[in-house]
């Protein structure tokens, strides 16, 4: 069987991923999804790209490495350290970071693209991020778990993260696997 051939990671991602292993940080954006949102981002023409949950800037780099010039990132996130490092390692003029509480990015709405990522956003207040988003535009949900690898305690319980963005009224959504084990949920905005 042949094995199949990736292009190399990008510098980007690379050094945002070093600095995130220096301040021991494990929750960044698996290269599944990574790769995911570079496809994502490189289809985006002009407009604004959310990311919720800047983190040490592993997604912020998978995006911003694919950025067109017409297009403009803004990442949020709410600790200050976490900015204050990530901005050292990017100097691209239309990626901006903004070191808040999620919401403040609803002010720069609305969006071809969401990632949201961290925080609690995409769990306690969807419809906020649905109407922050353009007719037309995407948002992705990662961080899911497929149901057949949930623990027991789980098990029966209502997902309620899954309902709401898969049977949305105004989002045609579908969920993909990234890896056996991780899930994620990419839905575009009909009306």
């Known amino acids: 069987m042949n094995e199949m051939k990736y292009k190399q990671t990008p510098k980007l991602v690379v050094t945002a991923k070093r600095l995130a292993g220096e301040h021991d940080f494990n929750y960044s954006c698996l290269d599944e999804v990574g790769q995911l949102l570079a ?99 995407i948002i992705l949900i990662d961080d899911l778990t497929p149901i057949e690898y949930w623990p027991e305690e789980w098990k029966g319980m209502t997902d309620k993260v899954r309902e709401y963005w898969l049977s949305h009224p105004h989002l045609q959504a579908v969920e993909l696997r990234v890896t056996p084990k991780n899930s994620v949920i990419v839905a575009t905005k009909v009306r």
């Open 39 to 137: 496809v994502l981002t490189s289809s985006i023409k002009q407009g604004t790209i959310a990311e919720i949950g800047t983190g040490y800037g592993v997604g912020t780099a998978w995006m911003a490495t694919r950025l067109k010039n017409e297009v403009s990132l803004i990442s949020i996130d709410n600790d200050k350290s976490k900015i204050n490092s990530v901005q050292t390692i990017f100097h691209q003029k239309n990626v901006k970071f903004i070191h808040s509480d999620w919401q403040e990015i609803l002010n720069y709405a609305p969006f071809q693209f969401i990632f949201a990522d961290g925080g609690k956003a995409k769990e306690q207040h969807p419809d906020l991020l649905v109407e922050a988003l353009e007719v037309g535009g």
